[in-house]
Nanobody, 131 residues
């Protein structure tokens, strides 16, 4: 059974940094497409970044490009999201997501930023950026 567990959220002042972690079990990273999403109160879930484990390709949302960096630790089956220069508008619950790569690419009717591309989700971790 696939399980994703996020950690690392918290309260930080604007301009500060946080590093989120997503530890996965029940899957082989090289066979999966991974992503980070976020959801602010009253808003839809928003794409942040995705990562193709085998190809090493990443795609960032314009709102976080240059400030956020995704990375991985294969032996630990863990994905990280380093968030720098945080802004109040980054406040949200952050979720990691996973889908088998073959399933992800079969869902061609959805854009790459659509949550429907993914099957597995963590419980989320709260990030609050104060001004």
């Amino acid at each position: 059974q696939v399980q994703l567990v996020e950690s690392g959220g918290g309260l930080v002042q604007a301009g500060g940094s946080l590093r989120l972690s997503c530890t996965a079990s029940g899957l082989t990273f090289s066979n999966y497409h991974m992503g980070w999403f976020r959801q602010a109160p009253g808003k839809e879930r928003e794409f942040v970044v995705d990562f193709n484990w085998s190809g090493g390709n990443t795609y960032y949302a314009d709102s976080v490009k240059g400030r956020f960096t995704i990375s991985r630790d294969n032996p630990k089956n863990t994905m990280y999201l380093q968030m720098n220069s945080l802004k109040p508008e980054d406040t949200a619950v952050y979720y990691c997501a996973a889908a088998r790569s073959d399933t992800y690419y079969r869902r061609s009717s959805y854009s790459s930023t659509d949550p429907n591309k993914y099957d597995y989700w963590g419980q989320g971790t709260q990030v609050t950026v104060s001004s």
